[in-house]
């Protein structure tokens, strides 16, 4: 079974610029998480998205939004980018049968560097 | 204060010993409990899971859960030097996965 994908791998960005990024979950996996790993906050939650509907949230600001679709592949979008937004944006899926998080897989993420 | 507390190391040990992750978290809402190891460039890899308190093994690797006192541990015997990446501890009430800092480990040969 094909694991998690991210697209783009690497992105650069100037400030002020939007982005969006892409996650396709496992094959039968409903649920897609986003998360923010930094050197200095570690691994944060941004949110949950499960059958189109984002079911949780974290505590970022409203310029990081997602999305998720009918095929539960997902979106997220960065609107008007700051320096230190610079980070590894991580996507993991879960069948999302139940609403706690236990069992995510995550994809490789994609390098966002913002200059 | 952290919901989640890592020592993040480094931590060096040679190939073959006994290596013991810890980690503490002030969240009593958490039900689940994960490790996830996480080499160089790679997104974090599920290793294993528990619920509530208690020991759960695979292989060469034993979690450990005490509720009472709020502590998460992790076990690697026999340690290879393809073991070297970072650990990360995690809890999950609903909605929610909550993770710590992450503890680099190096097994040198």
């Known amino acids: 079974k094909a694991g998690v994908t991210q697209t783009p791998r690497y992105l650069i960005k100037t400030r002020g610029q939007q982005v969006t990024l892409s996650c396709s979950p496992i094959?039968?996996?409903?649920?897609v998480s986003w998360y923010q790993q930094t050197p200095g906050q570690g691994l944060q939650f941004l949110f949950e998205?499960?059958?189109?509907?984002?079911?949780n949230k974290g505590n970022f600001p409203g310029r990081f939004s997602g999305r998720q679709f009918s095929n539960s592949r997902s979106e997220m979008n960065v609107s008007t980018l700051e320096l230190g937004d610079s980070a590894l944006y991580l996507c993991?899926?879960?069948?999302?049968?139940?609403?706690?998080?236990?069992?995510?897989?995550f994809g490789p993420g994609t390098r966002l560097t913002v200059t | 204060q952290k919901e989640v507390e890592q020592d993040p190391g480094p931590l060096s040990v040679p190939e073959g010993a006994i290596v013991s992750l810890n980690c503490t978290y002030s969240?009593?809402?958490?039900?689940?409990f994960m490790w996830y190891r996480q080499y160089s460039r790679k997104g974090p890899e599920l290793l294993m899971y528990?619920?509530?308190?208690g020991n759960k093994e695979d292989g060469r690797f034993t979690a450990q859960v005490d509720k009472s006192s709020k502590y998460i541990s992790l076990f690697i015997r026999d340690s290879q030097p393809s073991d070297s990446a970072t650990y990360l501890c995690?809890?999950?009430?609903?909605?929610?996965?909550?993770f710590g800092q992450g503890t680099i480990l190096t097994v040198h040969p």
């Open positions: 998205y499960f059958s189109e509907t984002q079911r």
């Open positions: 528990t619920y509530s308190s």
């Open positions: 995690g809890g999950t009430s609903y909605g929610k996965l909550t």
């Open positions: 094959s039968g996996h409903r649920s």
């Open positions: 993991a899926s879960s069948l999302g049968d139940r609403e706690v998080l236990y069992e995510q897989y």
């Open positions: 969240n009593s809402a958490f039900q689940y």
